[in-house]
């Protein structure tokens, strides 16, 4: 009857659309439409049914079968583009799927095959364009949503992911993908608190959502729970989701807590697998370097900068393990190469500007500092090199300058002050180094490097170790997830023969830090 001919299309639809694609098959492979355009539907149906269980030959009948009762069929005619692709058939796939477009009948299954053919030939940008057609037709379908925001925080474009998040918060607000999504955002702009906040929240709801898994296990790395993130990597790679990005943070874990045998037993496969990989040959080198073994691993970084030779980065990793060894000369090449490949980063400047004071070359480090200086006006940390360069050839009046012009940048650029202080010191003025010191706390009042120095000083001499331990209690307070604080004034309640206060100390410590391992040695000892 008229009913049956709209409701039984309509449901095979939504059990295709649901996954239920045996559902569909084993009710209604047999059922005959009295209306043609309902009985082409339902073809079509079972057409994506069997297409689903990988049964491409049944699924070009049903295709072929919907076709050849209604050939401007949208729902059949996009089904059978996309068998096509997933044969891949592309030039029939488009020829097929041009033709909806050219009837003015596309929808969002057309804009996401679209998006799909798009990116497959690497038209990335036309691929964005076409998902986001799909959300202008349907705006809940979560998942171009999905693919466009991933791929804009993959191609760093975070404002406008930022924007995508927005819309999406607007379109589909109790979507458990804005969860991950967050995260996502999070942890590439580096807000790794806020990304392991948002990303707990969704593993307290899904705690086997891989992908959640895999990201929570980046955020805790970063931010040095070492113990949680070795658990999240290890659950990411029983659940079969093995891939570089997941060993990577595994090794990691593993070398920070010493256990540099568990890396080369996770990095192994990975040597098997992508031998030829510049990525792992980095992680080799790592590796390598962990374990002492400095041949091999300049061995591992020349591999990773031949296998990705205009990559600045390999040829860091190569300049500072090369150095390591002892080769100055290949070590000094390596960053010079990193810096002429770098347009932007001002690491690899750094790197060989460190190089050259090493080698106690003032002059040449002095011309990678002009050089510097052009790229990246502005930066304190430029005439904080200057001026160690300087002290190198001894010429203190420059010395001075130079450090003075980076705390007139940035009066809380502590490097500067330090240095300056030193300076002081040396011409025992021990008043004139603390007031480096406090001209950094005006500026920024809780700057742990700032207060354990000032300490530093006050507890040269006994009148001042009552406010060493005030500033020290600052810095411990105001920087609570740091190790620097804690440890000092453990060390100072022990130097001053206060076992109790050293004790209680690191029990705080201890307790602010639960998974660190210079804490815990510090409470056992």
Not at 279 to 287: E, F, H, I, P, S
């Amino acid at each position: 009857n008229h009913d049956a001919g709209e409701v039984v299309p309509m449901l095979a639809r939504a059990l295709v659309d649901t996954g239920s694609y045996t559902d569909v098959i084993s009710r209604f492979s047999s059922t005959k439409m009295p209306m043609p355009e309902a009985e082409a539907d339902l073809k079509a149906a079972l057409g994506y049914a069997h297409m689903a269980l990988r049964d491409n030959e049944r699924s070009a009948e049903m295709f072929d079968a919907a076709l050849a009762i209604d050939s401007e069929n949208r729902y059949a005619r996009i089904g059978k583009a996309r068998l096509f692709a997933v044969t891949r058939d592309m030039n029939s796939a488009r020829a097929l799927l041009d033709k909806v477009f050219e009837s003015n009948s596309a929808d969002e299954n057309a804009w996401l095959l679209d998006a799909e053919l798009k990116s497959a030939k690497g038209d990335l940008d036309g691929a964005l364009a076409s998902y986001r057609e799909v959300y202008a037709s349907k705006p809940d379908n979560i998942r171009a949503r999905y693919i466009v925001i991933s791929y804009l925080a993959a191609q760093k474009r975070l404002a406008e992911a930022r924007v995508e998040l927005v819309a999406m918060k607007k379109a589909v607000p109790k979507a458990p993908e804005l969860f991950f999504l967050e995260g996502l955002l999070f942890t590439n702009e580096r807000k790794f608190s806020e990304a392991r906040e948002i990303l707990n929240k969704l593993l307290a709801i899904a705690p086997d959502f891989i992908p959640a898994v895999g990201l929570a296990a980046l955020a805790e790395f970063e931010l040095k729970s070492y113990t949680i993130a070795e658990q999240h990597a290890e659950k990411v790679l029983a659940a079969g989701a093995d891939s570089l990005f997941i060993r990577r943070i595994l090794i990691g874990t593993y070398l920070q807590t010493g256990r540099i045998a568990k890396a080369q037993q996770v990095l192994e496969p990975l040597l098997k697998k992508l031998p030829e990989h510049p990525d792992v040959q980095a992680l080799a080198g790592q590796v390598s370097l962990s374990a002492g073994d400095t041949e091999g691993a300049e061995k591992a970084f020349a591999a990773a900068a031949r296998l990705k030779p205009e990559d600045s980065a390999a040829q860091s990793r190569l300049g500072l393990s090369r150095l390591a060894a002892g080769d100055r000369l290949g070590g000094i090449a390596a960053l010079e190469n990193a810096v002429r490949l770098e347009t932007d980063d001002t690491r690899p400047d750094v790197l060989l500007i460190v190089a050259h004071l090493r080698n106690r070359d003032a002059d040449k480090a002095l011309a990678a500092i002009d050089a510097l200086e052009q790229k990246k006006s502005g930066d304190p940390m430029t005439p904080n090199l200057r001026g160690t360069a300087y002290l190198l050839k001894k010429d203190l009046g420059k010395a001075r300058a130079s450090f003075a012009k980076a705390l007139e940048i940035e009066p809380s650029f502590f490097p500067a002050a330090s240095n300056l202080a030193r300076m002081d010191l040396l011409d025992k003025n021990t008043e004139a180094a603390e007031s480096r010191f406090r001209g950094v706390l005006v500026k920024s009042p809780q700057h742990p490097d700032a207060l354990l120095a000032l300490a530093g000083l006050k507890a040269r001499t006994k009148e001042g170790a009552s406010e060493a331990i005030v500033l020290i209690e600052k810095a411990v307070q105001g920087n609570n997830k740091l190790v620097a604080p804690h440890a000092a004034l453990v060390q100072l309640h022990s130097a001053l023969g206060d076992r109790t206060k050293a004790l209680a100390a690191a029990t705080d410590a201890a307790l602010a830090l639960p998974e660190d391992t210079q804490v815990l040695e510090l409470l056992a000892s």
